[in-house]
Every structure is written in C-alpha cells, then in structure tokens.
C-alpha cells in the first residue's frame, strides 16, 4: 500500500471504529477479572484486583468516547490499549493460576489488546 492509500479518511475511520469496538469488550473482559479476582480466593492482591476492575471501567468508557471522535479519549485508550497487551502478555501465568481456564487462555487478552492497540493506532480521529 502507498501512503495516501493509508492517510485515507474513510479508511482511517474504519480502522478506529474496529478499534474501539475490540476495545469496548476488552474493557468489560478487565472489569470482569478484576470483579471475579476480588470475590474468589486467588492470589492476585487486592490492590492489583481493584485496579483491574476501575480500568476496565474506565477503558470502556474511553473507547465509547473514542467512537464518539474525542481525541483524548482516543490517545489514553492507545496508550491503556498497549500497556494492558503487555500486562497481560506477561501476566499470563499469574492469570492462568487466577481463573484456571489454561495458558492459551490466558494468553487471548494479550493478543486482542494488541491488536485493539494496532487499529487504534491507524485509526486517529479527524482534528477539527
């Protein structure tokens, strides 16, 4: 592909739609471990349990706004996006042992949150 082919506005728009609709259950998927950590017996610490649970929230909120054009919104959740990838890339065995569904499992969020991340990234959001 050339550059203008890339620098195309319907395909940038499309690229930050599909985005931020990963992005929205990926939030959701956060909020729910974190939830599900703090009311089982896992090892994974309060704190760490808690934090999972307010940025899952606040994740979905951000790409709810990212869809709605704000560019704010739409840098944090590329930023939230590429750190969760690698929390979750490298938390993968500490997850394994939380919710015990397996490693390959464990490794799914880390895979989605990359390329929510990749698709975000292509996808800015017009500057008006």
Not at 32 to 45: A, E, H, N, Q, Y
Not at 85 to 106: E, R, Y
């Amino acid at each position: 592909m050339t550059n203008t082919q890339l620098a195309d506005p319907k395909r940038q728009a499309l690229f930050l739609k599909i985005g931020a609709c990963l992005g929205i259950p990926l939030g959701c998927f956060v909020a729910f471990i974190g939830i599900s950590t703090l009311l089982s017996d896992s090892s994974i610490p309060t704190v760490v349990s808690t934090a999972m649970f307010l940025g899952g929230i606040v994740s979905l909120l951000l790409h709810i706004f990212t869809m709605q054009g704000s560019r704010a919104a739409w840098s944090f959740a590329l930023s939230f996006n590429g750190a969760c990838a690698v929390m979750f890339f490298f938390g993968a065995p500490t997850l394994d042992d939380a919710i015990q569904l397996g490693f390959a499992i464990a490794v799914i969020p880390a895979v989605l949150f990359t390329a929510a991340t990749i698709y975000l990234a292509n996808g800015a959001p017009s500057s008006n």
